[in-house]
């Protein structure tokens, strides 16, 4: 009896490794690739921020910087750097939304050089 429980559970995780990588499989190959769904997901929550926090406080250079991240479908190594409360509230806003969608932190376009 202790052999049956040992060989379904092999089984049920044997079944459960098929059916995640069938999913995957199937996802690459229906859908669009991971980039790109990433950065339809960083854009969405961007939008969604912006319509309820607005621009205001966003500086031109914070927006300027952003924009052409997104214009690059987030590919740019675009340095958004957030200065004022406002920025440092959405970029905080956008790295939570960014990490419960499923992003590494790597993803996100916010750097400050100088």
Known sequence: MHLQVRI???GLL?????LGSAAAFAQ???????????????K????????????RGLGPE????????LASNCQARAEVCARSKEELDLANRLVVMAMNSGMAS????????S
């Open 106 to 113: 790597t993803f996100l376009p916010f750097n400050c050089r």
């Open 44 to 55: 969405k929550a961007y939008d969604q921020s912006i319509a309820r926090l607005g621009k």
């Open 62 to 69: 914070f927006l300027a910087s952003h924009d052409a991240f």
């Open 28 to 42: 690459q190959r229906g859908g669009t690739d991971w980039p790109t769904e990433k950065c339809n997901r960083y």
């Open 8 to 10: 379904g559970g092999a």
């Open 14 to 18: 044997a079944a459960m490794v098929t």
